[in-house]
């Protein structure tokens, strides 16, 4: 059973910064996929960024560009900076990894708002 934990929530002003870390139980370096997504108050879980296996990232394209998606295999942590801030961007953020199975952590939240 994999351990996810997210910290790093906040509010910040439009056009801030903000850096979110999720710290998994296990070896990240193992998972096949590890990553970021995000759910906005009425839409769907949405893909923000992740890790995937053949060593490619990938970005979705309202955060390209804005956010980088980042690992620390000796810590077992995946951070996620976000730059330049939008109202739109403000959504519970959940960490991801896959391996044997798909495994969450519990979502931290991220308010842009002035």
């Known amino acids: 059973q994999v351990q996810l934990v997210e910290s790093g929530r906040g509010l910040v002003q439009p056009g801030g910064s903000l850096r979110l870390s999720c710290a998994a139980s296990e070896r990240i370096f193992s998972f096949q996929g590890l990553g970021w997504y995000r759910q906005a108050p009425g839409k769907e879980r949405e893909l923000v960024a992740q890790f995937s296996l053949g060593g490619t990232t990938i970005y979705a394209g309202s955060v390209k560009g804005r956010f980088t998606l980042s690992r620390d295999d000796s810590k077992n942590t995946v951070y996620l900076q976000m730059n330049s801030l939008k109202p739109e961007d403000t959504a519970v953020y959940y960490c991801?990894?896959?391996?044997?199975?798909?495994?969450w952590g519990q979502g931290t939240q991220v308010t842009v708002s002035s």
């Open positions: 991801y990894a896959l391996s044997a199975r798909v495994y």
